[in-house]
């Protein structure tokens, strides 16, 4: 079966890091894209980053550029989001999401708070 499960999220005080994990199994990871998400209460969900299978081609959201860095390792069927000076306005459940294709699978989140 496809899962995709995110892990590393918490509470951490602005200015501070965090690393957040993606864990697949259930498909031929390497091939696919993968994306990080993000949804704050009473917002639409918003692309923070993207990383594709072929080339490993990376792209981010103005919000985040400088800050925050996507990577991936094949071998461990992991994707990775590398948060650093973190805002209070980065406070979201942040999804994992993988695409091949006309192919989508989705994490269930993991929350992030950015607090004093």
């Known amino acids: 079966q496809v899962q995709l499960v995110e892990s590393g999220g918490g509470l951490v005080q602005p200015g501070g890091s965090l690393r957040l994990s993606c864990a697949a199994s259930?498909?031929?990871?390497?091939?696919?894209?993968m994306a990080w998400y993000r949804q704050a209460p009473g917002k639409e969900r918003e692309l923070v980053a993207t990383?594709?299978?072929?080339?490993?081609?990376?792209n981010y959201a103005d919000s985040v550029k400088g800050r925050f860095t996507i990577s991936r390792d094949n071998a461990k069927n992991t994707v990775y989001l590398q948060m650093n000076s973190l805002k209070p306005e980065d406070t979201a459940v942040y999804y994992c999401?993988?695409?091949?294709?006309?192919?989508?699978?989705w994490g269930q989140g993991t929350q992030v708070t950015v607090s004093s």
């Open positions: 999401k993988s695409q091949w294709q006309v192919l989508q699978y």
């Open positions: 259930g498909f031929t990871f390497s091939i696919y894209n």
């Open positions: 990383i594709t299978g072929p080339g490993g081609r990376v």
